[in-house]
């Protein structure tokens, strides 16, 4: 089936965010006496939201946190994450230049764990939102990853881009971990995995092909699923 629209995740796809992630959460958890390691965000927690991320640390530290601490924490994290931005540049390398060539031939889309505002504020410091007509955030779906990515979800914000009405089998997911290609396969999409955050044999049995980077997603490419 031929693919009409392309929903890209965000943080480890376009973004080189998960460093900062990681530091902000690091630093968050710090001051409630937690201490993060960096290899157990990788391993355990990256396929979250920041809710669903904060209550399985404190599941994991025998911590009970109660819905305003839990909404605190969030709050503080995504305050650091936007200083943390303001010095750094996040894009991958070829992140735009592929944004840029797939919008000439697809309506494109994000569906992501993140927060959209994080989302957003990104793609306008880089150029970039033009070329999105639907972003769906963490807020914006009722599961987010790594639960079952709902149609309502990533399909919405394609819905706007392609008429009548999009099969999911017509979207291609862009994804780095295995998290979120399972959600998208779930949901129906097909999906291509970029080996950017972890190494391409632990992602193959989870995505239709798997590339090094963002430089091979081409319209040649994306021919194999015509």
Not at 29 to 58: N, P, T
Not at 206 to 213: H, I, Q, R, S, T
Request: aromatic share 8%; proline share 4%.
């Amino acid at each position: 089936m031929t693919i009409r629209a392309i929903v890209f995740d965000f943080d480890g796809v376009i973004a080189n965010s998960e460093p900062l992630h990681f530091r902000a959460y690091r630093d968050v958890l710090a001051d409630s006496g937690v201490m993060l390691e960096e290899k157990d965000y990788y391993a355990r927690y990256l396929g979250h939201d920041d809710l669903g991320a904060f209550r399985q640390i404190g599941l994991d530290c025998s911590i009970v946190w109660s819905p305003d601490q839990l909404a605190g924490l969030v709050r503080q994290k995504a305050t650091l994450m936007e200083e943390l931005e303001r010095s750094h540049s996040v894009l991958f390398a070829g992140a735009a230049d592929a944004v840029r060539r797939l919008a000439e031939a697809f309506p494109l889309a994000i569906a992501s764990g993140a927060l959209r505002g994080e989302i957003e504020r990104v793609l306008q410091r880089e150029n970039l939102a033009g070329y999105f007509a639907g972003v769906v955030g963490a807020e914006d779906t009722p599961a987010s990853k790594p639960a079952r990515i709902r149609i309502s979800g990533p399909l919405s914000s394609c819905a706007v881009l392609a008429e009548p009405v999009l099969n999911p089998a017509e979207c291609l997911a862009i994804e780095d971990s295995r998290w979120g290609l399972q959600s998208a396969r779930a949901a129906g999409l097909r999906t291509v995995a970029v080996a950017h955050t972890y190494a391409a044999a632990a992602l193959a049995d989870a995505a239709d092909e798997v590339l090094p980077d963002l430089g091979g997603l081409t319209l040649e490419f994306l021919g194999r699923f015509a």
